[in-house]
């Protein structure tokens, strides 16, 4: 790898315009069109004119936040992420810009790094770097579970710092040890935050099989540094005209150099903002394959639908009783005033980047409690006409020519909306007062997915009789939470989302309320047993949260699992050779280079 890079710089210092031929083991073209070719390219470029003079500035700043943001997620995906864009770059200068060499940029740009996903969903590496692990780059790369496991059940004490949502494990050498000392001097306001952190390291024995934590805080010091330095700008932009969001901004910068972030969720759950929303941070741990706790680096910045924000605003106002209806005895009492917003995506970065619909956030449950949660649901992809296309392609494969009609644009805005406000509904603490996160481990994120998918769907006829609903807009919803449970591909075991759809296709399948047509192969949609069907899943999915039992989620993830090569590896075929679209590729308007 080393001979390899200094040899592609020396190239690009040349600046040859002859075509280079690819170094071995960087994929050919051969390799790259086909993955390449399967996905739908969309860019997002929504009009900005309703931005203030102010806000305009100062998305300039929080574009360069994003970007840096970007830069770490990468980093944190794999260790050689940005020697190998930077070795791409190269070559792709060298060979004056061949289309080989283009295709792997365009891969790396949207793998976020050099490990791609196969058309067989496999995840290989398109360079000569090391294989993907799956802990990723914030934890010792030979590190397995029961390693960790066994140091932790050993010393009970370090579980704190080890499992920390933002905090990078380390092998206990005394060079990690020296290195992490160098950049806390170097940064004395990590020091100043960090009370214990110099002791805890300098107290750090010299033993390789034992751990030690530190927070990303340090660990990213030097682009924290500078993310905060583009939010205090814009903050000062919008000062006036905007205090809240400039307050927020503010606080989420001092946020990042501590790792806790209750002061900047505080003020951008319940502030006052204009035009622009940003969310930056690290929030979701749905990277780390390891342990499932760290939280990995994510911006979006977004510019605000005034109109369709009012209206949405309006429709929840009814929130509790469905909260009440929900089959389980510990109902909550929600906070009257959830702020929903419609928004349009100006970019996103790190791992928000792709065709995420909305986001709900935060997910500390103490936070949650005390300030509620902000709902941004992204608009300009869920009615992205490309992305709607490519999806009724697919569920017309499958689908009986009956039902397909009922798949709208506007139901998967619903579904959507609803999936997330339904993070807001059911349980949130175990019985005896755990945290899901740590109640259920990896299967945790699996459950509340599962959850909100349920809740979206259970709710529907409540949205119905509120008026809300009518009939079609109803059977729209209903149609799409059939859609989103078909798989193209047999999920992995660490892909959540789609393990959990595959689950409720499984449910759906067995309970009758999707039946096969024994002659087509394709599927009716029985809408008569879908509320009941849906209200039996939901019930024991609620169970095992409220248990907080570990065995019970697997057991009952176990239960529905699986994967018939006759049946779901039939429909799977069916999809695709539908002539739709893997994946999509998604590229920013706001961004001059991607
Ligand atoms: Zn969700």
Partial sequence: MRTLLLAAATVAMIAAPAAAELPDDYWSVDQTQPILDAMLKVTLDPDLNHLSDAESQALGQLLAAGGIMHALYEQQLHPQSASAKNSLDALHAASGQSADTQNLLDLYYVSKGPIVTTLENDRLAMLPVTAETPGKNVYPADLERAEIDAFLAENPADAKSILGLRSIVRRATTENVAADLDQLGQFPEIDALHPGLRQRLESTANNFDAFYAVPYALAYAPQLREVRRHLNAAAQLLADETPDFAAYLRNRGRDLLTGDYESGDASWVSGKFAGLNIQIGSYETYNDNLLGVKAFYSASILARDEEKSRALQETIAALQSIENSLPYEHHKTLNARIPVGVYNVIADFGQARGANTATILPNDADFARKYGRTILIRNNILNNAEIFNNRKKR????????????????????????????????????????????????????????????????????????????????????ADGIRRTLQVVKPRAEQPYQTMQLMQFNFYMEFGLLEPDAESGLLTIN????????????????????????????????????????????????????????????????????
């Fill in 395 to 478: 569920f017309d494969a499958v689908i009986s020519a009956r039902d397909r009609d009922d798949l709208t644009s506007n139901g998967g805005f619903d579904r959507t909306l609803w999936h997330e406000i339904g993070h807001y509904l059911g349980v949130s603490k175990t019985a005896d007062g755990r945290d899901l996160g740590s109640a259920l481990a990896d299967r945790a994120d699996l459950f509340e997915e599962l959850k909100s998918d349920l809740v979206s769907l259970f709710a529907a006829p409540a949205l119905a009789s509120s008026g809300y609903h009518d009939e079609m807009t109803l059977r729209a919803h209903y």
């Fill in 527 to 594: 809408y008569n047993r879908y509320h009941e069907v849906i209200g039996q899943m939901l019930q024991q999915v609620l169970q095992v949260q409220y248990s907080g039992d570990y065995e019970l989620a697997n057991a009952f993830a176990e239960r529905w699992n699986y994967w018939d090569e006759n049946l779901h590896g039939g429909l799977a075929e069916r999809l695709r050779n539908s002539g739709s679209y893997r994946r999509t590729m998604v590229r920013y308007g706001a961004l001059a280079v991607n």
